[in-house]
């Protein structure tokens, strides 16, 4: 079984790609992400390379076998349903949910997790939005395409919030404050404010977001009545 180091930098090497629509991933980015020394990153890249997870090429990046990538589908699947486990059975908040997963997903039986999949319902998608991988299928960049970016709407439009991107724990509290959670619809009020701010309605109060905030939420414009 792959060690707890070898499926963090599998499945990092897998989120950062998907982000970049599939580019491979620099050195520095991996110690950024991961909280490394650059030089912890290359001997780490050595050992994928040699177990057949991940394909380095100095000065382009590293990119997952196809092997890489199954493990990387596997642990991601893992930590959404975790998640999803969480709020939907103990009721915690879609803020709490991260770091409790971080953890638990690396202990957890295939088998389990089949289980918790199973009794939630199969869910299409956990509480912030990610879709959750079925089998050795799924991609992040396809379900973010299938959007858009609140910050990308005119005025007047609708919409329906459907995934979130920055899942800081500040962050999601103030949209559960705001009431900007997962399915919630709004309107857009204003796009372009004197101080830059986006401006929206949702539950009749309008609520403020800074440009790239609201970059952070994706979401399907909803039709004119």
Not at 97 to 112: G, I, K, N, T, Y
Not at 145 to 153: A, D, G, I, R, V
């Amino acid at each position: 079984m792959p060690s707890l180091t070898v499926e963090n930098y599998i499945k990092a090497i897998y989120q950062i790609s998907e982000q970049q629509d599939k580019k491979p991933v620099t050195t520095g980015q991996l110690a950024s992400t991961l909280g490394v020394a650059p030089g912890t990153v290359t001997s780490m890249l050595k050992t994928l390379n040699t177990a057949g997870l991940a394909m380095h090429t100095p000065y382009e990046g590293v990119s997952l076998s196809r092997t890489g990538q199954v493990l990387a589908l596997r642990m991601i699947r893992r930590h959404r349903l975790i998640e999803q486990f969480l709020v939907q059975t103990l009721s915690m908040n879609w803020d709490e949910v991260h770091d409790e997963a971080e953890h638990m997903e690396h202990a957890v039986s295939d088998l389990l997790v089949d289980r918790i999949d199973e009794y939630l319902g199969r869910p299409e998608v956990d509480p912030h939005g990610d879709p959750i991988p079925r089998g050795t299928t799924g991609s992040d960049s396809e379900h973010i395409n299938k959007y858009q970016p609140l910050s990308t709407l005119p005025m007047g439009v609708s919409f329906r919030v459907t995934r979130v991107l920055d899942q800081s724990p500040v962050f999601l509290r103030y949209l559960a404050e705001t009431g900007l959670i997962l399915g919630s619809s709004g309107h857009v009020e204003e796009t372009k404010s004197p101080t830059g701010v986006f401006y929206v309605r949702v539950n009749n109060a309008m609520v403020a977001l800074a440009i790239d905030a609201a970059s952070n939420l994706l979401v399907e414009e909803l039709a004119s009545p």
